[in-house]
């Protein structure tokens, strides 16, 4: 269940949309809503989710965004999300987790504030959370978090910032490690 949303209304979003359009004519644009993906005519969604509302961003932008997705046929995917991100900057939040495919934000929303928000409401102190990452989108969470970990499979900016490393996600490294720090606190505490 949804416990907060901090989503980007249609008249930031909308506001946004433009801007990139005007900088980068031919962006096609998402938006995942708590109901699902909405998509713009021209996004081609690589995983298409059947009966998704598509038309014009203003028609189908009725309920805060949890994220705008943006593409761009004719932009190098490498160049993407620092160009979008020149263009939106401090409107919203811009990361990616895909390479093509940038992903934008309330302004100050992150998956760090998002746990932040989490842990204060369970007096957990961010020196007791273990966070894992394997893309530039979770890099402000490794960094509020007390103990990070980088899958191997990470992008290398991913790797730079977190204080440890985990086997792949292939190699289900995340399980491995959570099975280890188990094992090594019940044999600390003897519980």
């Avoid at 809503?33 to 509302?53: F, H, K, N, Q, S």
């Avoid at 302004?107 to 959370?129: N, P, W, Y």
């Amino acid at each position: 269940r949804i416990v907060s949303l901090v989503g980007i209304g249609s008249d930031v979003g909308l506001e946004v949309c433009d801007a990139i359009t005007g900088a980068l004519p031919g962006a096609r644009f998402a938006i995942e809503c708590t109901d699902g993906i909405r998509l713009d005519p021209e996004y081609v969604e690589p995983y298409p989710a059947p009966g998704a509302p598509r038309g014009p961003l203003e028609k189908i932008w009725t309920d805060p965004a949890v994220k705008l997705l943006v593409r761009h046929p004719d932009v190098d995917a490498d160049l993407l999300h620092d160009q979008i991100a020149a263009i939106v900057g401090d409107a919203a939040t811009v990361t990616w987790s895909v390479s093509g495919l940038v992903e934008i934000s309330a302004a100050g929303i992150t998956k760090a504030s998002a746990l932040q928000s989490l842990c204060e409401s369970l007096d957990v102190r961010s020196d007791d959370v273990i966070a894992f990452g394997d893309m530039p989108n979770d890099i402000p969470m490794l960094m509020w978090a007390g103990t990070s970990y980088a899958v191997a499979n990470a992008h290398e900016s991913v790797q730079m910032v977190a204080q440890h490393g985990a086997p792949s996600c292939a190699d289900e490294g995340v399980a491995q490690v959570l099975d280890r720090l188990l094992k090594t606190t019940v044999l600390l505490t003897g519980e």
